[in-house]
């Protein structure tokens, strides 16, 4: 069973930053690509960045690049999603995936965690 539990979301203003956790188990992240997708009222749940099962390669949305960061402490079962220079747009549920297939663009995520509300104020 794959169960994946978000923290690290708040409120921040714009410009600011936030780290975003994910812990599951040991097997979880030998066996899983991981990601983050997020979800913004009204709108469809999009993808955000995601980490092959091995480390590397890591792929991010475009509207991301440069700004957030994903990482993984594979000791601590731990993934993490830095997040600077953060803005309004930004602001979403954001949710931990973990899936079996990683394009250079995409995560195609069988599980989900349950969310992080991110909220980025002008």
């Known amino acids: 069973q794959v169960q994946l539990v978000e923290s690290g979301g708040g409120l921040v203003q714009a410009g600011g930053s936030l780290r975003l956790s994910c812990t599951a188990s040991?097997?979880?992240?030998?066996?899983?690509?991981m990601g983050w997708f997020r979800q913004a009222p009204g709108q469809e749940r999009e993808f955000v960045a995601a980490v092959s099962v091995s480390g590397d390669p890591t792929v991010y949305a475009d509207s991301v690049k440069g700004r957030f960061t994903i990482s993984t402490d594979n000791a601590k079962h731990i993934m993490y999603l830095q997040m600077n220079n953060l803005k309004p747009e930004d602001t979403a549920v954001y949710y931990c995936?973990?899936?079996?297939?990683?394009?250079?663009?995409?995560?195609?995520?069988?599980?989900w965690g349950q969310g992080t509300q991110v909220t980025v104020s002008s």
């Open positions: 995936a973990a899936g079996q297939l990683l394009t250079y663009s995409h995560l195609e995520s069988k599980w």
């Open positions: 040991q097997w979880t992240f030998a066996t899983f690509h």
